[in-house]
């Protein structure tokens, strides 16, 4: 797709039985080499960002191709520009949710906890569209975009500011209020005027978080820190 011209078209598909990490590699940088010997609207196509969901093969592909952070050097630029990798959102809001409900993570912000209890007390309340097929995870219910969208939604963090104790949820309100933004941004057909300063408040709140659980892990040992954040690839 084109960020100058309204044009989308398919470049290429490539039917696998299988796929990994080097095999992706292979395609992906075929298909930036292809790209950029080619001329549309009297221009040369340059390839400036990559979407992919999270798999773990995507996941290896990007920590393998990333040179800093979230982008890596287009060697078949002439310009020298990066390409830039992104996580689908649908995908990325699925992650965020399934930390909240994952045993091998235990999420605290400032200290206080982010609990699926929380929404437990949320659906029990009856108020909201919350119900317990959405806290009830299985492979089929992990992949509806819909019900994650309504279970880290606005309505569920006011539900719990009026009915709970502040200083209980508030961490757990934070979290949904910025997945929310997050996706509200990214999902939204049209921008609102301060769609910026939202996605900067989004990365400073999971920076800041970040940064408080590197702080306190002990360095040389292993303990329950690290668990207390969603992966730092996420």
């Given at each position: 797709?084109?960020?100058?011209?309204?044009?989308?078209?398919p470049?290429a598909?490539?039917?696998?039985t299988t796929?990994?990490?080097n095999?992706?590699?292979k395609?992906?940088?075929g298909?930036?080499?292809?790209?950029s010997k080619?001329k549309c609207?009297g221009?040369?196509?340059?390839v400036?960002?990559?979407?992919?969901?999270s798999?773990s093969h995507?996941s290896?592909?990007f920590?393998k191709?990333?040179?800093?952070?979230?982008?890596?050097e287009?060697?078949?630029?002439?310009?020298?520009?990066p390409?830039?990798w992104?996580?689908?959102p649908p995908?990325?809001?699925k992650?965020l949710?399934?930390?909240?409900?994952?045993?091998?993570?235990?999420?605290k912000?400032?200290k206080?906890?982010i609990?699926p209890?929380?929404?437990?007390a949320?659906?029990?309340?009856?108020?909201t569209?919350?119900?317990?097929k959405?806290?009830?995870?299985?492979?089929?219910t992990?992949?509806?975009?819909k019900?994650v969208?309504?279970?880290?939604s606005?309505?569920?963090a006011?539900?719990?500011?009026r009915?709970?104790?502040?200083?209980?949820v508030i961490s757990t309100?934070?979290?949904?209020?910025?997945?929310s933004?997050?996706?509200?941004i990214?999902n939204s057909?049209?921008?609102k005027?301060?769609y910026?300063?939202?996605?900067?408040?989004?990365?400073?709140?999971?920076k800041?978080?970040h940064d408080?659980?590197?702080?306190?892990?002990?360095?040389?040992?292993?303990t329950?820190?690290g668990?207390e954040f969603?992966?730092s690839?996420?």
């Amino acid at each position: 797709s084109s960020i100058e011209r309204d044009i989308t078209w398919p470049v290429a598909s490539f039917p696998l039985t299988t796929i990994n990490r080097n095999k992706m590699s292979k395609l992906v940088w075929g298909v930036v080499s292809a790209l950029s010997k080619v001329k549309c609207c009297g221009k040369q196509l340059k390839v400036l960002y990559g979407l992919a969901d999270s798999a773990s093969h995507t996941s290896s592909f990007f920590n393998k191709a990333i040179k800093e952070t979230w982008f890596t050097e287009n060697p078949y630029s002439d310009d020298n520009e990066p390409i830039f990798w992104i996580g689908d959102p649908p995908h990325m809001i699925k992650k965020l949710r399934n930390f909240l409900f994952s045993d091998k993570r235990n999420l605290k912000f400032d200290k206080k906890d982010i609990k699926p209890e929380h929404f437990a007390a949320v659906v029990n309340r009856a108020e909201t569209k919350l119900a317990h097929k959405h806290l009830c995870l299985d492979k089929t219910t992990k992949m509806s975009v819909k019900r994650v969208a309504q279970t880290l939604s606005s309505e569920i963090a006011i539900d719990m500011l009026r009915h709970e104790d502040i200083n209980e949820v508030i961490s757990t309100v934070k979290y949904i209020w910025h997945c929310s933004w997050y996706f509200d941004i990214f999902n939204s057909k049209t921008l609102k005027s301060t769609y910026l300063l939202d996605l900067i408040k989004v990365k400073l709140f999971f920076k800041k978080w970040h940064d408080e659980v590197e702080k306190r892990k002990v360095p040389g040992s292993k303990t329950e820190t690290g668990k207390e954040f969603i992966s730092s690839q996420t």
